[in-house]
């Protein structure tokens, strides 16, 4: 006799597969705070600890931030087919652990991902079913007010990052949902819905995103 899911014991009952969401935003939208007060509002959600070359910032602990990694083993893990997606950020590499990530999804748990748009691309192709969020600063001075509040980076770096934010943010229509980081709470709370599945009301189609857009690009 077959035991139908319904009428079978706890321990057979499979899970759904999780679902994946993925966050980009240019370099100082304020995206790593976000993703912070999301995960406090929703413990259930996973993070994947990325594995990156940079080296570690003061207030960072390894493992739990980032693993932090030589520049040769990154370079193994990427050739041995290790990583989801890498990127080259910054003069440094980043990389999404394929084993992590399967694994919590085969779990049922619902990850999320905060990398950068190259790595949010492959993402897309290897995982379709993704969920792809972009996050936007509401001006152009916001997002230098905040690359010059992150005290590590000296005025060069930050002069580049600038510029690098315009490029990152041209790839805003790739994604499915744009929030706006104008209000902290607000946006948090935006995330939060998405994460529970109103995408639809954040698409990046909506016709209010047009002025800013035009703002941030020009
Ligand atoms: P930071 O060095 O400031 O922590 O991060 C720099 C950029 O790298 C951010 O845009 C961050 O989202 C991105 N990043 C972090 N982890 C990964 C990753 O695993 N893959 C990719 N492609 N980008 C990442």
Redesign the pocket.
Known sequence: MTVSPRCAGKESVKKLRGQLFVI??P?GAG??SLVRALMQHRPDLRFSI???T?PQRPNEVDKRDYFFVDERTFEQMAATGKFL???R??D?H???SKAQVEALLEQGENVLL???W??AQQIRRAMPTCHSIFILPPSREALEQRLRGRQSDSDEVIARRLRDSIGDMSHWAEFDAVVINDDFGQATSDLAAIVAGETRRFSRQRPELRPLLDRLLS
Do not use: L, N
Request: proline share 0%; glycine share 8%.
């Open positions: 980009a935003a370099s995206k790593t990325s594995y990156t940079r997606e890498h990127a950020v910054f440094h980043y990389g999404t905060e990398i950068d190259q790595g």
